[in-house]
């Protein structure tokens, strides 16, 4: 599903590379967590598969990074809505309308959905998230994990296959974090969604997740292994 393909990433500037020569295979469907300390290069190898890195932070690409066969360095991030959904640390950030509605309903308009369509998801996406009776609230007045909830529902409405999140819970309290880790458990379980979540506290994700990478030190080789395989390390 998610390909890395001898990737190195160098930003302008930078003497050495930041992340060298990752070779990974992310399967479909699974709920990956991408752990390791901070700085290791986690939101990097996220851009790559956003099409973040290098479009909109410089820097240069080396190998290739394919999703479902999509080469992200020759698409623009909007081009792969579709595709792939990307959720950061800070939802505030995310946000482009006022009401929860509006902001479902946002990512979809590049895509050229009829009307009804686009209902209908919006619709299914507040059930799937537990996000109905929110729908008329304004962002502003929500709390953290409901604007997180928010900032996944709005990635998830043009239906991408994968979902990329650099430390989603970060911001939250431990009861928030667990709200936004079972809706993301839900989406792969009932809709083979891919996601990728990048965290460096591997205690309060490594529950949910099926697979581990874990970046050990700049420059270093990722390790990939069941949750039990990386605990060992
Ligand atoms: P992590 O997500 O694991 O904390 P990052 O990928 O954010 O790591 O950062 C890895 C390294 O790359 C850090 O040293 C950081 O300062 C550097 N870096 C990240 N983004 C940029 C950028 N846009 N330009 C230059 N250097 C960057
Ligand atoms: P469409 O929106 O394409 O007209 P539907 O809304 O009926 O069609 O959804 C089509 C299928 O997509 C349904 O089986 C539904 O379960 C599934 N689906 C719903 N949400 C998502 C999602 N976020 N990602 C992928 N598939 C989804």
New binding site residues.
Partial sequence: MIRFENVSVTYDGADEATVRDVELAIPEGELVLLVGPSGVGKSTLLGTVSGLVPHFTGGTLRGRVTVDGRDTRTHKPRELADLVGTVGQDPLAHFVTDTVEDELAYGMESLGLAPA?MR??VE??LD?LGLAELRDRPIATLSGGQQQRVAIGSV?TP??KVLVLDEPTSALDPAAAEDVLSVLQR?VHD?G?TVLLAEHRLERVVQYADQVVLLPSPGAPPMMGTPADIMKV
Avoid: A, D, M, S
Wanted: glycine share 0%.
């Fill in positions: 369509v209908r998801r299914e996406t799937l998830l239906h991408p989406l809709l969604t």
